[in-house]
């Protein structure tokens, strides 16, 4: 089973910037996709973000040009970089990985955009 942690979240003022960053451990067979949704209270889990591992990046429409997803296939990691940060952007931001076939899913981390 794949394990995520997830960091980086925090409590920002419109427009600035967040990093966040999920590491996957334990027993991997070979992750082909990282990415990252979110959920804002009252609402459904969305796509943010996601990168194959041949380097294909998918952006949700809302944050084009605004954040950008990197991965490391060597360590299992993927990062968000997160700029020009809007009140609209507050959610829990999940980290997830597909490996064999099976997705694994982080605990959550809290992103507050608030003046």
């Known amino acids: 089973q794949v394990q995520l942690v997830e960091s980086g979240g925090g409590l920002v003022q419109p427009g600035w910037s967040l990093r966040l960053s999920c590491a996957a451990s334990?027993?991997?067979?070979?992750?082909?996709?990282m990415g990252w949704h979110r959920q804002a209270s009252g609402k459904s889990r969305e796509l943010v973000a996601l990168?194959?591992?041949?380097?294909?990046?998918t952006y949700a429409d809302s944050i084009k040009g605004r954040f950008t997803i990197s991965g490391d296939n060597t360590k299992n990691t993927v990062s968000l970089q997160m700029n020009s940060l809007k009140p609209e952007d507050t959610a829990v931001y999940y980290c997830?990985?597909?490996?064999?076939?099976?997705?694994?899913w982080g605990q959550g981390t809290q992103v507050t955009v608030s003046s």
């Open positions: 997830y990985a597909v490996d064999g076939g099976r997705v694994s």
């Open positions: 334990g027993s991997i067979f070979r992750i082909s996709v």
């Open positions: 990168i194959i591992n041949d380097g294909r990046t």
